[in-house]
């Protein structure tokens, strides 16, 4: 791209309209707790929790977005609609009039940006580098899905539960992954996820996501814990040492399970189209 590597200034470097008075970043929780042996309960709260609510199946909401990446911090206004496990869509709003700037599809394999100011089309593989230059987190799209809609689901086996700790008000979860290990803090009281940190094989946490502000949803006859504040931060190695990108989303409505027909991206009329896959990471990021 010749250097150019702008996708859409208005896209995430929208500063214009959000203002920073009240930016919100990531609140850290201190987890700690005391080794406890796992009791027949513990086990089948850790179950349902992991399940992460599969009557749900797709959400259309409104939230406010605050991005924040080492060079920039920005918020948005977005419409968020999922469709659980397939796709996901957010149209991004900004200035004083919330006027739309940028839609983005994702597919499970294809990204699809529409740089509405510029009329520019970005299509790429779904991918965390592309998510990184578009988003800010670098996080893959099943955990940036399933963190949007704020049901985790937790799937690996009871056998990989290496130790519970009881803490202030949680339960803390070590399992064993393929890549290292997982926390998966617990809300015993709410039955719900508190929050999730992902760890590589040398123990360092490289994703770290909460879920706050629980409210119950009527869904279908079942009253279900959803959270409306996520905040995910995810570590990336730097020569001075971890390199923080932050993504908090809080939502102000929701509805859930309205449509799960496809979420159909329309592709817009004469833009110049822009391979994403080979466009530089955005200097905002």
Same mark, same amino acid.
């Given at each position: 791209?010749?250097? /150019?590597?702008? &996708? &859409?200034?208005?896209?995430?470097? *929208?500063?214009?309209?959000?203002?920073? =008075?009240?930016?919100?970043?990531?609140?850290?929780?201190?987890?700690?707790?005391?080794?406890?042996? *796992?009791?027949?309960?513990?086990?089948?709260?850790?179950?349902? $929790?992991? /399940?992460?609510?599969?009557?749900?199946?797709?959400?259309?909401?409104? =939230?406010?977005?605050?991005?924040?990446?080492?060079?920039?911090?920005?918020?948005?206004?977005?419409?968020?609609?999922?469709? %659980?496990?397939?796709?996901? %869509?957010?149209?991004?709003? =900004?200035?004083?009039?919330?006027?739309? $700037?940028?839609?983005? !599809?994702?597919? #499970?394999?294809?990204?699809?940006?529409?740089?509405?100011?510029?009329?520019?089309?970005?299509?790429?593989?779904?991918?965390?580098?592309?998510?990184? /230059?578009?988003?800010?987190?670098?996080?893959?799209?099943?955990?940036?899905?399933?963190?949007?809609?704020?049901?985790?689901?937790?799937?690996?086996?009871?056998?990989?539960?290496?130790? @519970?700790?009881?803490?202030?008000?949680?339960?803390? !979860?070590?399992?064993?992954?393929?890549?290292?290990?997982?926390?998966?803090?617990?809300?015993?009281?709410?039955?719900?996820?508190?929050?999730?940190?992902?760890?590589?094989?040398?123990?360092?946490? #490289?994703?770290?996501?909460?879920?706050?502000?629980?409210? #119950?949803?009527?869904? +279908?006859?079942?009253?279900?814990?959803?959270?409306?504040?996520?905040?995910?931060?995810?570590?990336?190695?730097?020569?001075?040492?971890? $390199?923080?990108?932050?993504?908090?989303?809080?939502?102000?409505?929701?509805?859930?399970?309205?449509? @799960?027909?496809?979420?159909?991206?329309?592709?817009?009329?004469?833009?110049?189209?822009?391979?994403?896959? +080979?466009?530089?990471? *955005?200097?905002?990021?």
């Amino acid at each position: 791209m010749n250097g /150019k590597g702008v &996708l &859409l200034p208005a896209l995430l470097m *929208l500063v214009l309209g959000g203002g920073c =008075a009240d930016f919100r970043t990531v609140g850290r929780q201190e987890l700690s707790g005391e080794q406890v042996a *796992l009791s027949a309960e513990q086990t089948a709260l850790f179950r349902e $929790v992991a /399940k992460a609510s599969p009557i749900v199946e797709s959400l259309d909401g409104y =939230a406010d977005v605050w991005i924040k990446t080492p060079k920039r911090q920005n918020r948005v206004f977005c419409n968020i609609r999922i469709n %659980r496990g397939h796709e996901a %869509r957010m149209i991004v709003s =900004a200035g004083l009039f919330g006027w739309p $700037v940028a839609d983005m !599809f994702f597919s #499970t394999d294809s990204l699809y940006v529409h740089d509405m100011h510029n009329n520019r089309l970005f299509l790429g593989s779904n991918n965390g580098l592309n998510l990184e /230059k578009i988003i800010g987190v670098n996080s893959g799209f099943r955990l940036l899905s399933e963190s949007l809609l704020g049901l985790v689901n937790i799937t690996e086996p009871l056998s990989a539960i290496r130790s @519970v700790k009881q803490g202030a008000g949680v339960l803390i !979860f070590t399992l064993a992954t393929s890549g290292g290990s997982k926390e998966v803090v617990i809300d015993p009281s709410s039955r719900t996820l508190s929050a999730l940190l992902v760890m590589n094989r040398q123990g360092k946490t #490289t994703t770290e996501i909460h879920f706050r502000n629980y409210e #119950t949803i009527a869904i +279908d006859g079942h009253n279900t814990p959803l959270p409306k504040d996520i905040e995910m931060v995810l570590y990336n190695s730097g020569a001075d040492g971890p $390199v923080e990108h932050q993504l908090v989303i809080a939502y102000d409505e929701r509805i859930f399970n309205k449509s @799960v027909s496809s979420l159909r991206f329309s592709m817009p009329k004469k833009a110049r189209v822009v391979n994403l896959d +080979d466009a530089a990471v *955005l200097p905002w990021m």
